[in-house]
């Protein structure tokens, strides 16, 4: 009898520690910050290939445009879009182009707009495919289109939950990558029609561009039309990226001008800085496929740009 009594109250000893445990843990996620999950984004980087080849003006691209704003709203975050016509080099004709515009407001009231963006059109020819047959078909685009929008749409869960205090606006630029070689003009006609027509409306203070984030064996360096116009927080970015994973960011490598999506904006005068590996094997290729990018890529980007947005922010504070 006596026996039993106590292993009776050993066993109410255990369920109360184990009760209290459960609780804290609950308590401990309950409070805890929102992580970047860069398997989530890169099932957004997965679903857009499946919606096939996001070709300006197709009904695939349509799709996309669909799943981008449904995402944005069962975030929470409102989201216009902006349709232009515009003549498309690759594609012999005028097509209707649409940007994606999520409006994010913080609790802060605060005349800084930093921008997010990332294209989500894909390429409509094959370029650089070692196959000569296959380089007038199009490209899925997993690491060249679907890996930036996979980005922002994890971040912009992220920041929402984290409730940013500011204001950011996350952008998605339609025919960045519908220009030929050499014809500087038929390139990112998405973003330099929004730089053309919305800065009055969106007075952007700064931004960062994110393009082939995904590539698995992730290298990341410097773009040189960053450095030049938007020096401090491209350094600023890589300094952090370096010491938070030195293996895939070199902020001391040679940097290569890369024409982008930041580029209509940095001609205007605003600090924008473009985020690319452009060391991929598969670029312009049929192999630009899901299994090329990686998860882990994703992450690490995804942990550094978080980091140094609310970085940003605090400095923008202390120095208003
Ligand atoms: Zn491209």
Not at 270 to 284: G, M
Request: glycine residues 8%; charged residues 25%; positive net charge.
């Amino acid at each position: 009898m006596c026996v039993l009594k106590k292993i009776c109250r050993i066993r109410i000893n255990v369920r109360l520690i184990l009760i209290f445990l459960f609780l804290f843990i609950g308590i401990s996620y309950g409070n805890g910050e929102t992580v970047f999950e860069g398997k989530r984004a890169f099932d957004f980087l997965k679903k857009q290939c499946l919606l096939g080849y996001r070709v300006p003006g197709s009904a695939a691209s349509l799709r996309c445009a669909d799943f981008i704003e449904s995402e944005l709203k069962k975030i929470g975050i409102p989201v216009k879009r902006q349709s232009f016509r515009t003549y498309s080099q690759l594609q012999g004709a005028t097509v209707t182009g649409i940007n994606l515009i999520g409006d994010y407001r913080g609790d802060s009231v605060t005349s800084d707009i930093l921008a997010l963006s990332a294209h989500w059109d894909t390429r409509p020819i094959a370029e650089k495919d070692p196959d000569p047959s296959m380089r007038d078909k199009p490209i899925i685009g997993a690491n060249d289109g679907a890996s930036g929008v996979g980005l922002l749409l994890e971040m912009a869960r992220v920041l929402k939950e984290r409730r940013y205090p500011g204001r950011i606006l996350f952008l998605f630029f339609d025919l960045e990558d519908s220009g030929v070689s050499g014809s500087f003009e038929q390139w990112c006609l998405g973003s330099r029609y929004f730089a053309g027509h919305s800065l009055k409306e969106y007075p952007i203070t700064a931004g960062i561009n994110f393009d082939m984030i995904g590539d698995r064996d992730l290298k990341i360096q410097p773009e040189r039309f960053s450095l030049k116009f938007a020096p401090d927080m491209m350094r600023e970015f890589m300094d952090l990226a370096e010491q938070k994973a030195p293996s895939h960011f070199n902020k001391n490598r040679l940097p290569f001008e890369i024409l982008d999506d930041h580029e209509p904006f940095l001609r205007k005068g605003i600090s924008y800085i473009n985020v690319i590996d452009y060391n991929y094997p598969y670029w312009h290729t049929q192999e630009d496929t899901p299994d090329k990018c990686s998860p882990n890529s994703l992450q690490t980007v995804g942990n550094i740009a978080v980091e140094y947005i609310f970085f940003r922010w605090k400095k923008i504070k202390n120095n208003p």
